[in-house]
């Protein structure tokens, strides 16, 4: 519930009931870290916990206070265990969204806090894989913040980075023998109006007992407003164009 949202506002809300279709589509964990997630407020927040909570979606990146949001939450799947940590930007982010000691919020991107937490992830799970929402809107490269984030993360023991918010794909770097993946584009979303804002990616990671074994790319396009479509291979060369992989060893 909340307010009428007028023409031409960025506030973003969702009905009770799209959680069952998240389910439904085998979504096991989703990251609440960007910075749409306290568009109508603390309260609403706390219904999305409550709401993920009872379809028996994980949820990372925002939690009822700080230590929660700051938390990893861990998945155990054929014998390996994953544990996810999520961060936002607070550059374009009111900085009232970040949880508190006592109030429930996001969890923003914050390198001591991010250290500490991949560090403390690292030893309640076999891999750990770090969402962050950051980068230039519309930018095809990433840019120093994220580069700076992201490798720290591999450094202090992620396995992986997988970035989002720039509403288009970036570049891929093979990072000391780690992936990071700056942005994956849109996948569910109402951006029409150019042909990079309909494109996105869905990444299949393989692992194995030493980490990441292998992964493939498929290329994604939205139709007729927030409808992805995987595309043939033919038709993703354009994209997977865009998202080149450089290998880079610190």
Not at 125 to 152: C, T, W
Not at 228 to 240: G, M, T, Y
Request: with cysteine; glycine share 6%.
């Amino acid at each position: 519930e909340g307010r009428a949202i007028k023409p031409g506002e960025m506030l973003f809300r969702s009905n009770p009931g799209l959680e069952k279709e998240l389910k439904a589509s085998n979504f096991s964990i989703v990251s609440l870290a960007n910075n749409h997630t306290l568009n109508f407020g603390r309260s609403a927040l706390t219904e999305t916990f409550q709401y993920l909570n009872e379809v028996g979606i994980k949820y990372v990146g925002a939690g009822i206070n700080l230590e929660q949001a700051y938390s990893p939450t861990i998945i155990k799947i054929n014998n390996f265990s994953f544990a996810f940590l999520a961060f936002n930007d607070i550059d374009f982010t009111p900085e009232s969204y970040g949880a508190t000691e006592e109030l429930p919020g996001i969890a923003f991107m914050n390198e001591e806090r991010m250290v500490q937490a991949v560090k403390q992830a690292k030893n309640q799970a076999d891999f750990v894989i770090v969402s962050m929402h950051s980068g230039y809107e519309y930018h095809n490269e990433p840019n120093e913040k994220q580069k700076r984030f992201a490798r720290l993360a591999i450094k202090s023991g992620a396995e992986m980075v997988i970035g989002h918010h720039p509403h288009v794909v970036q570049s891929i770097e093979k990072y000391n023998d780690k992936y990071i993946f700056y942005s994956l584009g849109n996948f569910i979303f109402d951006q029409m109006w150019s042909e990079e804002t309909r494109e996105g990616a869905i990444i299949k990671v393989i692992f194995d007992k030493s980490g990441v074994k292998d992964f493939e790319i498929k290329a994604t396009k939205i139709y007729d407003y927030c409808q992805p479509d995987i595309l043939s291979s033919k038709e993703s060369e354009p994209i997977l164009k865009r998202m080149p992989v450089e290998t880079i060893f610190e």
